[in-house]
């Protein structure tokens, strides 16, 4: 069956440390994949969007890489803070109508 | 800008009852896609319109249904409402057809059933 999924365990880390979150999918061929941040009670807020094409892409302290043969995509968090504790979530288009999939989400929480 | 508007941020219905939800998005932004959110399930797709038009539709009964106006608002209807529809609703917006652009959020409606 055709799904996607992210760390189910919270990641809890050092401030300062490069945190990785890892979203895998299976029996997809997406044309990008896509990362949104989730704060408790709000909605998800864009981070970084990678196209198929791309092996990398960089935004200040994020990184996020996608492999299409491993069918993965690792998302870093460099130098990380606090205020990074949040939900992530990857989502991915899928399906001849290409409707948008997402991933349950990885919590984590960086530790002072 | 103002960002994407839902009302009202949080409801509480009964079993049987039926709901309206709102959502303005982003000015210029012509997509409307609605999602809804549980701890185990995560997001899930319900309905995206673009220009007035149902452009795509996710796996949920007949009992949800949404239509957008001409200014691009949206609203999302619920019938018959059940236990399993508590939920967080959300709506994300963008400027052509979501599944080629980034989606702008909206806080979400938190609706309670009971």
């Known amino acids: 069956s055709q799904k996607i999924e992210q760390n189910s365990e919270a990641l809890n880390i050092q401030e300062g440390k490069t945190a990785t979150l890892t979203c895998n999918y299976t029996?997809?061929?997406?044309?990008?994949l896509q990362w949104y941040r989730q704060d408790p009670g709000r909605g998800p807020v864009f981070l970084l969007l990678?196209?198929?094409n791309e092996k990398e892409k960089r935004k200040e302290r994020l990184k996020v890489t996608f492999d299409t043969t491993l069918k993965q995509s690792l998302f870093h968090i460099t130098a990380s803070q606090p205020a990074d504790s949040a939900t992530y979530l990857c989502?991915?288009?899928?399906?001849?109508?290409?409707?948008?999939?997402w991933g349950l989400g990885t919590s984590l929480a960086v530790n002072p | 800008k103002a960002g994407v508007t839902q009302t009202p941020r949080y409801l509480i219905k009964t079993r049987g009852q039926q709901v309206t939800l709102s959502c303005s998005p982003i000015?210029?932004?012509?997509?409307v896609s609605w999602y809804q959110q549980t701890p185990g399930q995560g997001l899930q797709f319900l309905f995206e319109?673009?220009?007035?038009?149902?452009?795509n539709k996710g796996n949920f009964p007949g009992r949800f249904s949404g239509r957008q106006f001409s200014n691009s608002r949206s609203e999302m209807n619920v019938s018959t409402l059940e236990l399993g529809d508590s939920a967080l609703y959300l709506c994300?917006?963008?400027?052509?057809?979501?599944?080629?652009?980034?989606?702008?959020f909206g806080s979400g409606t938190q609706l309670s059933v009971l």
């Open positions: 029996n997809y061929s997406p044309a990008y």
């Open positions: 989502a991915l288009n899928a399906g001849n109508n290409r409707k948008l999939i």
């Open positions: 990678i196209r198929e």
């Open positions: 994300a917006s963008s400027k052509q057809v979501a599944t080629n652009e980034k989606l702008f």
């Open positions: 319109y673009f220009s007035e038009t149902q452009r």
């Open positions: 000015s210029g932004h012509r997509s």
